[in-house]
């Protein structure tokens, strides 16, 4: 029998106090709600968990322009008014607010990201999971979407130092476009996204015929869907698809970006999918046995505490193999009893 599966979570506390202001749907706070979810299911017995380094600004230019990394820096609410200027350039405003710690939370969710990566290349665990990362449609010089530093690509970057070919799936309910944007000249990172497409939806690209270009020609493929997808189809459309992805492209380590809001009720999101389809196609991809970054994008008004607890129930978490239904009967647990639970300790190498 194949020995269990490394585990290495990423997370740090401060991500919880990051406030995007009033009416705005990213709530980092779910973070930290989650990570209190994992104590007291006693997760974090099966993992090792690890405080990210907050990446450096040369680590946030290995992708990011560097005067676009600079200016996140610099840029605070109370100075944010002298810069009109550069805030339409970098397109920070009512989607990406300037916030109190801005920069610090950049630093950490990418710090996450690099470090998950670099533990994957050294065979320091065989699945890494960061919370905080996925920001999927940060751009080159620009932010989107919610997303500020794209910690995927930068993930991705540090993966090829070590791997030929990076296969990247997406299964947000938006296209991952700041990824496929980053890496559609070449032929060494492929992106798979599925996503809603049409009717003006968020980014709004993501076209079939969007397929990468020069080297990177055939190595971008878009799945574009309609409201209202349910496991089957989607789960059929996912298996057929990564399955020949695999096989033909023989990718070294997969990263995979589960975006909650694809799933049914999401405020924001339109596709009908349920825990167990998400689940069906984590499943499907650690069946590959390959190296795998993990992401659950909180970006959108989801219950992520429901989301964990479902997770849970569902067995979604296969790597660990414990998480599973009879732990949710075991323990009944409120936020309360969580934040009551709350001892553990990061491993620090
Ligand atoms: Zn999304």
Redesign the pocket.
Known sequence: MRPKDKIAYFYDGDVGSVYFGPNHPMKPHRLCMTHHLVLAYDLHKKMEIYRPHKAYPVELAQFHSADYVEFLHRITPDTQHLFSNELARYNLGEDCPVFENLFEFCQIYAGGTIDAARRLNNQLCDIAINWAGGLHHAKKCEASGFCYINDLVLGILELLKYHARVLYIDI???HGDGVEEAFYFTDRVMTVSFHKYGDMFFPGTGDVKDIGEREGKFYAINVPLKDGIDDTSFTRLFKTIISKVVEMYQPGAIVLQC?A?SLAGDRLGCFNLSIDGHAECVRIVKKFNLPLLVYF?F??PFNCCKYVMFKVQRGIFYPTGYWRWRIYKRKCCTLLDCRNRSSFRYRTS
Request: glycine letters at 12%.
């Open positions: 947000d309910v938006h975006g809001d994008l970006d959108q």
